[in-house]
């Protein structure tokens, strides 16, 4: 573009542009993002601050994807541009804060210029195509941990502990008189951080964003209220944050949210994403395989496009205890190698209250509470990407997690005995995106066929 600039005011080329200059400026604009995207590349590895939040689509860092984009469908050019928009908006987020902890923020309006310039390709059909292709995610499942493992063979005592495991949680899940004692937590919303949600939100085709108002009203409505047993400190909601090595502030506790874009059985649905944290999980015998520092566990709601409700379900951030609330009467899906756990139907759009037992944080029940003022200890909602950059005591900043996605001080002595499943490190907390749920078989918990593969009406 400076070359045709300085041949334009020298007289050398046609005031007018012709097709030749509008070509010839697209060739330099592809080079000089080329160079941007290279220099990024070379930055974010020399500093090791890769993320594994999303994946970049090929060629293009800026752009950045989730899994299941691959496949949302897309008809027209305006939906193909909504889709590379989404993308854009993931982008940015991820590679501001890869910038940030790099200490290299200066390249921050490069990778924007060449986002806002690449915007048009989605004409391109070749250039459309080579992005939709790369938009596909790989497993999360380690091929050669099961090759290794004799996973055709393991995978039958894997299953049989996970059978055990599910009946011992059915046989514990339900309300107990003693939960009444356990302490209350109550969501905090702030419209500073609904808008810095929001703002961060991807829009894929067939999906409107919901207002900033309407948002707000949203996380009131689902945002879950905790009733948490407390046996040590290790069962006191915090944060994690940056000290010299990975620490836990108890003093102040947070909520961090998320609002993506997903599919639930065909239809185009929003996400809301919630996640609590505690110090750790405590030892409860001398060699205890669960124990370890940092333990979250996630809430996720499913809405549809009007803001109902469409499916409640939950996790550890370890991708364990898979746990799915139905608003509507369902069974398991035949045939499958670990089926799901469906411990109740939790009906209406109402707020719920998650009661968390202590030192595994297990969730062990699941009510609607009423819309009333409610007492308990706050629980500020805050920004999920923040864990993105956290500030450190140098002043620079870094991501809670490594570039396989995973909180490496979080890593559980289970995974020496689990790594036959396939999944890296069993146990250690990871980014959103990266959870494998199953043991036996293969899950996602970010898979938009996730439903549809595990649940069917039950003919009610």
């Not at 060629?59 to 993308?87: C, H, I």
């Not at 669960?290 to 333990?295: E, I, K, N, S």
């Not at 898979?322 to 899906?333: K, R």
Request: charged share 20%.
């Amino acid at each position: 573009m400076v070359l045709l600039s300085a041949l334009t005011s020298a007289g050398c080329v046609s005031p007018a542009p012709s097709t030749e200059s509008f070509a010839l400026a697209g060739v330099s604009t592809a080079l000089s993002c080329h160079r941007v995207a290279d220099r990024y590349a070379r930055l974010i590895r020399q500093a090791d601050v890769a993320s594994a939040y999303g994946q970049p689509l090929a060629g293009a860092p800026w752009f950045r994807v989730l899994r299941g984009w691959a496949d949302w469908p897309v008809r027209t050019d305006e939906e193909r541009s909504q889709w590379l928009q989404a993308a854009a908006t993931l982008g940015q987020t991820v590679w501001r804060a890869e910038l940030r902890n790099a200490g290299a923020p200066a390249l921050m309006a490069d990778m924007q210029r060449c986002a806002k310039q690449q915007l048009p390709a989605v004409s391109d059909e070749s250039q459309w195509q080579a992005w939709r292709q790369s938009a596909r995610f790989d497993s999360e499942y380690v091929t050669w941990q099961r090759m290794l493992g004799v996973y055709p063979l393991s995978r039958f005592g894997l299953r049989a502990g996970v059978r055990a495991w599910q009946q011992q949680f059915l046989a514990d899940y339900g309300p107990r008189p003693d939960q009444a004692a356990w302490s209350r937590w109550q969501p905090q919303v702030s419209r500073e951080v609904a808008q810095r949600v929001l703002a961060q939100a991807p829009v894929l085709p067939g999906l409107a964003p919901p207002s900033l108002d309407q948002f707000e009203v949203w996380l009131r409505q689902h945002a879950p209220r905790l009733r948490v047993q407390m046996a040590s400190s290790a069962d006191r909601p915090g944060q994690p944050v940056w000290r010299e090595d990975l620490a836990f502030d108890v003093s102040r506790p947070v909520l961090h949210v998320q609002l993506l874009p997903g599919r639930d059985r065909g239809a185009a649905i929003w996400q809301l994403v919630f996640t609590v944290w505690f110090a750790g999980r405590a030892p409860v015998s001398s060699v205890d395989p669960y124990a370890g520092a940092l333990d979250g566990v996630v809430w996720r709601v499913m809405l549809d496009a009007k803001g109902r409700v469409r499916m409640r379900d939950s996790i550890h951030s370890c991708g364990c205890y898979h746990l799915v609330f139905p608003p509507d009467a369902v069974a398991a899906a035949p045939g499958l190698d670990e089926p799901p756990l469906l411990p109740e139907v939790v009906a209406g759009q109402a707020r719920v209250e998650l009661a968390l037992r202590a030192v595994d944080h297990m969730l062990v029940d699941v009510r609607p509470v009423a819309e009333r003022p409610a007492t308990g200890q706050a629980l500020p909602l805050a920004d999920y990407n923040a864990l993105l950059a956290m500030p450190t005591p140098s002043g620079r900043s870094r991501s809670l997690f490594d570039a396989r996605g995973l909180v490496t001080a979080s890593a559980r002595p289970e995974r020496w005995y689990l790594w036959p499943s396939g999944v890296l490190s069993p146990g250690a907390m990871r980014i959103w995106g990266r959870h494998a749920t199953a043991f036996v078989g293969t899950r996602h918990f970010d898979d938009p066929d996730l439903m549809a593969t595990l649940l069917v009406d039950d003919g009610r």
